[in-house]
């Protein structure tokens, strides 16, 4: 559906242009390497029964003393955008899978109502789509 695919993709544009905070630690490799270390945010290596990628999110393990949220949101980012590459995923799609363990205050309070607001807007426009 060209028309969808046209309003996702302008969306997506969008989302870069007026937040490039959530984006810019993609140039600066060792910033997301330490949040891969965390494994904060997996992708696993085989897919569900569904054929789908399985993209596994735990906010638990993010400690904010060390990581900023902005990295955090970018290598989320980073990891889509890999799996949007694969055919089987484009055609399958992608199960998330949110493991709340572990989360709590000091957590929540490093998030602010706009960075949930601009999460959810990113997963509404690269996941659900």
């Known amino acids: 559906d060209c028309e969808v695919a046209s309003e996702i993709l302008g969306n997506y544009n969008l989302l870069m ?3 490039p905070q959530y984006y810019s630690s993609s ?3 060792d910033d997301i390497q330490r949040v891969f270390d965390e494994k904060i945010h997996t992708v696993l290596p085989f ?6 990628r399985v993209f596994l999110w735990r906010p638990g393990k993010w400690n904010p003393a060390s990581i900023n949220f902005t990295d ?13 590459l694969e055919s089987e995923t484009q ?3 992608c199960t998330v899978v949110c493991d709340g363990g572990g989360i709590g205050f000091k957590q929540l309070s ?3 109502i706009e960075d949930i607001r601009n999460c ?3 997963i ?3 996941i659900v789509h």
Do not use: T
């Open 47 to 52: 897919r569900d029964k569904y054929g789908r």
């Open 110 to 112: 490093s998030m602010g």
């Open 72 to 84: 955090c949101y970018c290598a989320m980012y980073m990891l889509c955008e890999m799996i949007a």
């Open 120 to 122: 959810a807007n990113f």
């Open 91 to 93: 055609i399958n799609g």
């Open 124 to 126: 509404q426009v690269h």
């Open 27 to 29: 140039l600066l490799p």
């Open 17 to 19: 242009w007026d937040l």
